[in-house]
């Protein structure tokens, strides 16, 4: 399979066709998942010397990690607040402590191999309404009091020196975010993975694993890896093909249009700032300027991962009501892709059998979650487990419903927050 019809794909930089797994193989360490988190925790320890052996079903970034927004966010879906009440204080305030580290390792990675991923500054949370600037004001006092100073609060006058739009009563920058082509950075990640002496192969996909052997297997349709330690890093697309993870997440399908390029003027009447923005809403719109002046617009959500019918028709409107300024703009390029929902909105991690390793559930926090974890994963790999045991500690929480009813539960909860939003409380 190659990579979906979008505005990265047609923008991607160059990259080699790699072989498809055939016969039989053996690695010191075997990643399945060719996006960002496999591509992290392959890279972390390809670093550190170990030989490296990465499986990818289609092309490298195929699934989220080429298709998302590419907005650099820091945080877990899951707030601060709501993990001190669930999990504790303790685990509150070791969560703050590294949620700020999955932008500092891209940003490391972008430095050390020079990957060319339009990598820009800053990124801005907007509010609607005074409900939702008091949550703001509690966030950047929250995020504060674990030692992350980077929020700056701004009134309506303030948030429009950054967003053209009227919709918003104020909101905050996090001058430590930012945005990227999401692709073009894990195709990079993938070059250096191989200038380390890591392999990959594509078009292999996995049909089954043997997880709990001293050496785990993994097959494909064409070959098979016996390893000293195995990754599961598939998230929304690993499927069935481990059935001990697949009750753990429930696909969710974002849509993302891309415009035809803008002249600078109305770019720059609209995000004079270059930033990328997302609201606060259960079901938010976030947005940014691609590196040739597109406007990059995407939302909504589709439980269970169907894709949408039309989604330049699902996402016009919501453009056009933020910026009335690019109403029968063309649009270049719309696409779908699914994330991984975790019912506690935390990301998975832990261990299938002593030497099988899994991260997935970003529940669509993932540019930075994804490359924290991967560093976790790696850092437990080569006998550092501290800050691994930490989140594989974590109870989670099967969808109510089971993996036949949690989709509708999930859209019934959806509407629920979304009424929510509409009248302000």
């Known amino acids: 399979m190659e990579h979906i019809q979008s505005y990265y794909s047609n923008s991607a930089n160059s990259s080699p066709d790699r072989p498809t ?36 079903g289609a092309r490298i970034g195929w699934g989220a990690s080429g298709r998302n927004g590419g907005q650099v966010v820091n945080g877990l879906n899951a707030s601060l607040d709501t993990i001190g009440k669930r999990y504790g204080q303790p685990t509150a305030d070791f969560v703050g402590s590294l949620v700020q580290e999955g932008a500092s390792i891209i940003r490391g990675f972008v430095d050390d191999y020079a990957i060319n991923c339009d990598i820009k500054p800053r990124n801005i949370f907007v509010a609607f309404n005074a409900r939702q600037m008091r949550e703001l004001e509690a966030k950047q006092t929250l995020w504060a009091s674990h030692g992350m100073h980077d929020h700056e609060l701004l009134d309506e006058r303030a948030v429009q020196q950054h967003v053209g739009s009227k919709r918003y009563c104020g909101g905050m920058i996090d001058h430590s975010g930012g945005h990227l082509h999401p692709l073009n950075l894990a195709l990079g ?21 043997e997880s709990k052997d001293k050496e785990p297997q993994v097959f494909t349709e064409s070959g098979n890896v016996r390893c000293k330690t195995l990754i599961l890093c598939g998230n929304a697309y690993l499927g069935q093909s481990v059935p001990e993870l697949a009750p753990r997440v429930m696909p969710v399908s974002t849509q993302v249009m891309a415009t035809e390029p803008l002249d600078d003027a109305l770019a720059q009447e609209i995000l004079p700032t270059d930033s990328c923005v997302e609201d606060v809403r259960y079901i938010l719109d976030y947005y940014r300027l691609s590196a040739d002046k597109r406007l990059l617009f995407g939302g909504g959500t589709v439980y269970g991962g169907r894709d949408p019918a039309d989604v330049e028709a699902k996402l016009r409107p919501q453009m056009e009501k933020v910026f009335p300024q690019l109403k029968g703009v063309k649009i270049s390029h719309a696409w779908s892709g699914n994330f991984a929902l975790s019912f506690s909105r935390v990301p998975q991690l832990g261990k299938l059998g002593d030497n099988t390793f899994f991260a997935m559930g970003y529940s669509g926090h993932g540019v930075t979650g994804s490359h924290l974890y991967g560093r976790l994963l790696a850092e437990a790999i080569s006998g550092d487990s501290q800050r691994f045991d930490r989140f594989a500690e974590l109870p989670w929480y099967p969808f109510p419903g089971g993996q036949r009813l949690r989709a509708p539960y999930s859209t019934l909860g959806s509407w629920w927050y979304g009424l929510r939003d509409a009248v302000g409380i």
């Open 21 to 56: 797994l055939v016969g039989e193989h053996e690695a010191d360490v075997c990643v399945v998942g060719g996006g960002f988190s496999g591509l992290s925790a392959a890279l972390h320890l390809a670093r550190q010397g170990r030989q490296v052996t990465l499986l990818e």
């Open 189 to 209: 990640e993938a070059a250096a993975l191989e200038s380390l002496g890591g392999v990959i192969f594509e078009q292999s996909r996995v049909t089954r694993v």
